[in-house]
């Protein structure tokens, strides 16, 4: 988490600094602020709060430099307030740093600074970082980048980070491990650092993408040099980006979480486009057909995710069970990271991430490659961690999603995972060629039957209105809908902080039935598919303690209507594709109520939308 920015070139640095770090906040929001080369030294500017609260605290000002860093903060290492907030001095003030990441043996780096005499003024790790880059630059007498070098060979732990050095106003350096960070190369030696390429884009399309374990400095000067921290040169593969600024932009929403939801009939067709051939029925997935053989004779595929791509991942377990007779198990990345699992060379592993950054999902991966499996990765954003680290993949064209409750990355992540889950079923001969070519056929429907359920939402508002002051709200489903049950949940909670929880209907009986009463609304997923009337059985469950029940059931649906207190119609569609339209008026639910009960929908409280810390 925490986004960091920084800017070298002819133009004023801060205004630039400053749209990057809005288009970074998704990372963090704790605090903000820059340090800007100015011409009698660097002028530090950063405050608790918001990108805007740093905003504030200058407007008016006339803030000239062409050289400066930026950071919005996900606090974790002292409270948000305006000491923790970065960018942090050194002792001396001559450098100052920015930094995304945690160092894990910062204590004892700490103590042994303070030792030497130094003085802390915040609880962060960074100011530690700061303080030994400068205690290395003292004793060894090197340039700042081989001081750099030498010091992060001593810290063990994830950062991204950029040095402001008050003697080198014309030049700016960086370094990556574990978090990422892009470089943006200009015209006439202008450079841009950002934890991603969105803060870049406006300026330039040519990017590097920086890996573990490197240093860059960018300079007037000298232009981009790339060293390793063992002291290897690097030649720079410059990588021409392909995102537009429109997708960045609200374009007439209120909120990115409503334009996101909009979005999913393309962003699901764009996940499939150019990998679909309905009238041959033949998918082409790139990742798959490059390992396709030790994909078809996997004993097991394992999934790792977290949050909503873990709920992705467990539809996507009944999918690849049901057509591909695969053993499926799904894990959440931070257990099975710590748990010494059972891995194989005849396993693969899916790894679903739509940043590419979750540290949880990262180490999960590297350790089963480690173990000789084959990994694979669902990832949205092009150039992530988790992409670079896998040996094969797919990624969901879903577009930036700046919203941090995450909506079409998961439908984009459903698109990617059904098609993957008919390749191996194909490829394993556990489907007929006519049963793929029907799913085939209903999947391209799904755009289409999506813009209807999206026509939903002026009666979804209303329901949001008579149910915005529950204070728990339980969903129910079965078989596939009960991970739909389970994202409905969480995006309920995350946004507008009202306690849900998701469940098996059936494993009601086991607890939650003894939480029901009239205040108690219970969202039912009630479509007509293999589980209908048991679902139905478990309606009456909760009608019988006075429940109130929320349906979201089949269009012509007569029966569940008849008992639901109120019920959203979705167009019918095969059993295992019903995830897609399921949970749309789930995500427009929690986003109506979050907005009724004054939410920020955008940026929930505590929450980051990349999460680069364990
Ligand atoms: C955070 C986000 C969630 C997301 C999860 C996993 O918690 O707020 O929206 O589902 O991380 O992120 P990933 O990028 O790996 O899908």
């Known amino acids: 988490m925490c986004g960091i920015v920084g800017y070298l070139g002819d133009k004023q640095a801060y205004p630039i600094l400053l749209k990057g770090l809005k288009r970074l906040e998704y990372r963090g929001y704790d605090s903000a602020g820059v340090a800007l080369q100015m011409e009698d030294g660097i002028r530090l500017i950063k405050c608790k709060g918001k990108v805007s609260n740093l905003e504030e605290l200058v407007a008016g000002e006339e803030l000239k430099a062409t050289a400066g860093i930026g950071h919005t903060r996900w606090a974790t290492h002292g409270p948000p307030n305006d000491v923790n907030a970065h960018p942090h001095f050194s ?16 204590a004892s780096l700490k103590n042994e600074l303070i030792n030497r005499g130094y003085d802390f003024k915040s609880d962060t790790d960074t100011e530690v970082l700061v303080n030994l880059i400068q205690e290395v630059h003292k004793s060894t007498g090197t340039e700042l980048f081989e001081s750099i070098r030498i010091a992060l060979n001593e810290v063990v732990g994830a950062y991204a980070i950029v040095v402001l050095n008050k003697l080198k106003p014309n030049e700016l350096i960086a370094a990556k491990m574990g978090s990422p960070l892009v470089v943006g190369i200009g015209e006439d030696h202008e450079f841009f650092f950002a934890s991603d390429a969105t803060p870049i884009i406006e ?5 590097v993408y920086l890996e573990d374990g490197e240093i860059a400095s960018v300079s007037k000067d000298n232009g981009l040099r790339i060293k390793t921290i063992k002291n290897k040169d690097i030649t720079p593969y ?13 374009g007439g929403y209120p909120h990115f979480m409503l334009k996101e939801i909009n979005e999913q009939p393309k962003s ?3 996940s499939m486009r150019g990998r679909v051939d309905l009238l041959s029925g033949k998918i082409v997935l790139g990742g798959f057909v490059e390992h396709e053989q030790r994909i078809r004779n996997a004993e097991r595929i394992i999934i790792v995710a977290c949050g909503t791509s873990w709920h992705a991942g467990l539809v996507a377990e009944y999918l690849i069970e049901d057509v591909a007779r695969v053993p499926v198990e799904v894990e959440y990345a931070s257990e099975f990271r710590y748990r010494n699992p059972v891995i194989t060379e005849k396993d693969v592993v899916v790894a679903i991430s739509q940043s590419g950054e979750t540290a949880d999902t990262l180490a999960a991966i590297k350790m089963a490659k480690e173990k000789g499996a084959l990994i694979y990765g669902v990832c949205n954003v092009i150039g992530s961690s988790i992409p670079r680290e896998t040996h094969s993949g797919s990624y969901t064209h879903a577009g930036p999603e700046i919203g941090v409750a995450s909506t079409k990355a998961f439908t984009a992540q459903l698109t990617v995972l059904t098609l993957m889950a008919l390749s191996i079923g194909y490829s394993r001969g556990t489907i007929s060629k006519g049963k793929l070519q029907r799913i085939l056929v209903e999947l391209e ?4 039957k999506l813009e209807e359920v999206l026509k939903t939402d002026e009666q979804v508002r209303y329901i949001a209105s008579i149910y915005k002051d529950a204070r728990n709200m339980l969903y129910l489903g079965r078989g596939v809908n009960f991970p739909v049950a389970l994202e ?12 849900a929880e998701g469940y098996p209907a059936a494993e009601m009986k086991h607890g939650p039935i003894a939480l029901i009463d009239e205040e108690m609304p219970v969202i039912v997923i009630a479509t007509k598919d293999s589980s209908y009337e048991k679902v139905v059985s478990n309606i009456q469950e909760v009608k019988a303690r006075g429940g109130k029940i929320i349906a979201i059931v089949t269009e012509g649906d007569t029966q569940v209507k008849a008992m639901a207190d109120h019920s959203i119609e979705i167009p019918e569609t095969i059993d295992i594709l019903v995830p897609f339209l399921s949970v749309v008026p789930l995500q427009l639910l929690s986003y109506h109520i979050a907005v009724m009960r004054g939410c920020n929908v955008d940026q929930p409280r505590n929450l980051a939308k990349s999460v680069t810390v364990e």
């Open 445 to 448: 429907q799904i755009p289409k």
């Open 203 to 207: 300026y330039t399309k040519n990017v």
């Open 91 to 106: 002792e001396s003030e001559e450098l100052c740093i920015i930094h995304n990441g945690i160092i894990e043996n910062y």
């Open 238 to 250: 410059i990588q021409e980006l392909e995102m537009n600024l429109e997708t960045l932009e609200l």
């Open 488 to 499: 409905g949940a969480l995006k309920l909670k995350e946004i507008s902080y009202i306690h």
């Open 268 to 270: 699901v067709l764009d």
